[in-house]
C-alpha cells in the first residue's frame, strides 16, 4: 500500500530526511518512532503530496507522489492527521466536518451518513451543534480524526495524535485507531511515545534522519540482545559457576547472587542451566526472562 | 479546476465571517456610513448659495464617489488578511492543503471570500450614496447628476481592480507575517496612493473624470497583473507548509 524507495528530502543544505526505504502492506499499522527533528512530519509531508521529495521514489497506492495528477489522486485516498489539529473554531463540529467532505467530494448523503456515524462513534454527536472551539483537546483531537475519515480513506496518516492529551484522552484515541485497524485501514502513526506504538503498531521504523530500523516490536526488541534469563539463588558459589562456566554459555553477571545469562534458545537452554545449577547445590528462588523493551530498542539507535 | 470547490471554501469563509463582529462592522457599517454622511457634506457645499460653480461642485462629487474605491481597498485588505492569515494562525491551512483541491482552487476561492463582500457592501453602499446625491441636489442641478459614465467605471472597473489588488498584496503578506493585525496594519498602506489621488482630485490638481478613472482603471491591471504573478508564485503548496512564517 506505502512503498518507499531511498526517499530523501533536503531543505537547502539542511537533510530532513535521508535515503528512507520501507513498506507498509494493506491494513497494517506502520509506526514512524523517532525525536523530535528526526524527520517524521517531513516524511508524512511528503507522502501525503503536501511537499515534494528531494530524491528516491514513494508510492501510495501504486500512485506517484511526483507525479501532479497522481497526486490529487493520492489525496483522495488518504486523510491526514497534523500534529496541530487546525479546526475552524468558530464553526461547529457538524460544519467542520461537512466543509472537508465537501472537498473531499462526498456526495450529500454519504457526508450526512458519515458525519453521523464518526460523530456518534467518538461520543460527540450530542455535541455536533457546539462551535469547536469551545471543546477540549481531547475533543478537538478526536473531531481531527473524523475529518480526517470522512471520505473513508484507504489510508490513515496520524502525526503525533496523542500528543499533549490527557491519559485519558490518549486511551479513547489509541482504541479508536485499534478500531479502524479492525476495518483494515492502513494506518501511518508518527509518535515518539514507545507505548503507544508498541500497543498499536504491527510494524515500526526507528527514524533519526535515516531509517536506523524496522520491523516488528519483536523483532525489534530481540535485535538488542536476544534473551536473557535471570535466575535469583539463595547464594551464589564457585561450584555453581563452574558448572555454568561448563555449559558455554556466552555471558554470565552475577549481581548479590542474581545471575543474568545471555541465551540464544531460552526453551532449551533454561531448563539445562537451572539443572547445573541444583546439581551444583544451588538453591533457585526464581527464574525469569529478561527481556528487552522498546525504549532500549529506541536508545540504542537514536543515541 | 473546479469552481465549485473555490465557492465552498469562499462559502466557509463566509460563515466564519459572520461570526467575527469586528469583519461585519468594517464591511457592512463603514460603506453605509459613508454612503449617507458624504451626501450631506456635499449638500451643505454651498452650491445652492452660488459660494462654488457648478463645474467645482461637481469635481466634488467626482472626488467623493472615489472614496469608494478606498474603500474597496481598504476593506479587501482586512478580509483578505483575515482569510488567508487566519487559517495559517490557527493552524487549519495543513488540513485544507491535504484535502484533493488544488492550489488554484484554494486560492481562487480564498480571493473570492476576500473580494466579495467589501465589493457587495461597496456597491450597496454607493447605490445609497448616489440615490441622496440625486435627491439632495437635483433642485440646484436641476438634472439627476446620477448614474452617469464616472461612477460606471469606479463600479465596474476602478473598484474591483482596487479590491483584486489588495487581495493579492493580502496573499503576499500572509507569507511574510504572522499576525492578523500586523497583516491589516501593512496592508492598509495600499490606500495611500488611492487617498493621494482623492486629495488631489478634491483640491482640483488633477481631474477625476472619465479619462483618469479610465487611466486609473488600466495602471491597477498592470498592477494587478504582476502581483497577480507573485501571489501564484507565494501560494504554492510547499512554499505555505515550509517557507509561510
Known amino acids: ?303 | 479546476m473546479k469552481l465549485w470547490k473555490s465557492w465552498v471554501i469562499a462559502s466557509k469563509d463566509f460563515s466564519v465571517f459572520r461570526k467575527k463582529k469586528s469583519i461585519i462592522y468594517s464591511v457592512i457599517i463603514i460603506p453605509l456610513l459613508m454612503s449617507i454622511i458624504l451626501p450631506f457634506i456635499i449638500s451643505s457645499s454651498g452650491l445652492k448659495s452660488g459660494s462654488i460653480t457648478i463645474g467645482e461642485f461637481t469635481a466634488l462629487l467626482n472626488a467623493f464617489s472615489f472614496f469608494f474605491v478606498i474603500l474597496a481597498a481598504s476593506l479587501t485588505t482586512v478580509i483578505a488578511s483575515y482569510s488567508l492569515l487566519g487559517e495559517k494562525v490557527e493552524k487549519s491551512i495543513e488540513p485544507l492543503l491535504a484535502t484533493p483541491t488544488t492550489d488554484e482552487e484554494i486560492l481562487l476561492g480564498k480571493s473570492f471570500a476576500a473580494f466579495l463582500p467589501p465589493i457587495a457592501s461597496i456597491y450597496v453602499g454607493l447605490v445609497i450614496f448616489m440615490v441622496l446625491i440625486d435627491k439632495l441636489t437635483y433642485s440646484s442641478l436641476g438634472y439627476f447628476y446620477y448614474p452617469n459614465w464616472n461612477i460606471a467605471i469606479i463600479i465596474l472597473l476602478v473598484a474591483p481592480l482596487a479590491a483584486i489588488l489588495s487581495v493579492e498584496l493580502g496573499v503576499i503578506l500572509s507569507s511574510r507575517v504572522n499576525d492578523v493585525r500586523a497583516a491589516q496594519q501593512l496592508g492598509q498602506l495600499v490606500i495611500i496612493p488611492f487617498f493621494g489621488i482623492y486629495i488631489l482630485g478634491e483640491i482640483g490638481y488633477i481631474s477625476l473624470g472619465i479619462n483618469s478613472m479610465l487611466l486609473i482603471s488600466a495602471m491597477l491591471l498592470v498592477i494587478d497583473v504582476i502581483l497577480f504573478y507573485i501571489s501564484t508564485i507565494t501560494f504554492r503548496r510547499e512554499e505555505i507548509i515550509t517557507k509561510w512564517k
Not at chain 1, 530523501?8 to 497494517?28: C, I, L, M, S, W
Open chain 1, 1 to 303: 500500500m506505502i512503498d518507499v524507495e531511498n526517499l530523501t528530502k533536503k531543505f537547502d543544505d539542511v537533510t530532513a530526511v535521508d535515503g528512507v526505504t520501507f513498506h507498509v502492506d494493506e491494513g497494517e499499522v506502520f509506526g514512524f518512532l523517532g525525536p523530535n527533528g528526526a524527520g517524521k512530519t517531513t516524511t508524512v509531508r511528503m507522502l501525503s503530496c503536501l511537499i515534494s521529495k528531494t530524491s528516491g521514489d514513494a508510492r501510495i497506492a501504486g500512485y506517484d507522489i511526483d507525479n501532479t495528477a497522481d497526486s490529487l489522486k493520492i489525496r483522495k485516498i488518504i486523510g491526514l492527521v497534523p500534529d496541530n489539529v487546525g479546526l475552524y473554531e468558530e464553526l461547529s463540529a457538524y460544519k467542520n466536518l461537512d466543509f472537508y467532505g465537501k472537498l473531499y467530494e462526498c456526495n450529500k448523503t454519504q457526508r450526512k451518513e458519515n458525519i453521523e456515524h464518526f460523530l456518534r462513534m467518538l461520543g460527540l454527536w450530542d455535541k455536533r451543534d457546539v462551535a469547536a472551539g469551545a471543546f477540549s483537546k481531547g475533543m478537538k483531537q478526536k473531531i481531527a480524526i473524523a475529518r480526517a475519515l470522512i471520505h473513508e480513506p484507504k489510508i490513515l496518516f496520524l502525526d503525533e495524535p496523542t500528543v499533549n492529551l490527557d491519559p485519558e484522552s490518549s486511551k479513547m484515541v489509541r482504541e479508536f485507531i485499534l478500531e479502524l485497524k479492525k476495518e483494515n485501514k492502513t494506518i501511518f502513526l508518527n509518535t515518539h511515545n514507545l507505548d503507544e506504538a508498541q500497543k498499536i503498531c504491527d510494524k515500526i521504523g526507528i527514524l533519526n534522519t535515516k531509517l536506523m530500523a524496522t520491523g516488528s516490536p519483536k523483532e525489534l526488541e530481540e535485535s538488542v540482545w536476544g534473551s536473557k534469563t535471570v535466575i535469583q539463588l539463595e547464594q551464589v558459589n564457585e561450584m555453581i559457576l563452574d558448572a555454568l562456566d561448563k555449559l558455554s554459555l556466552n555471558s554470565i553477571i552475577n549481581d548479590d547472587n542474581k545471575l543474568t545469562i545471555d541465551v540464544v534458545n531460552p526453551e532449551k537452554e533454561n531448563p539445562a542451566i537451572v539443572a547445573a545449577i541444583v546439581r551444583a547445590g544451588g538453591h533457585v528462588q526464581y527464574v525469569t526472562e529478561l527481556s528487552p523493551t522498546l525504549e532500549d530498542v529506541y536508545l540504542k539507535f537514536v543515541r
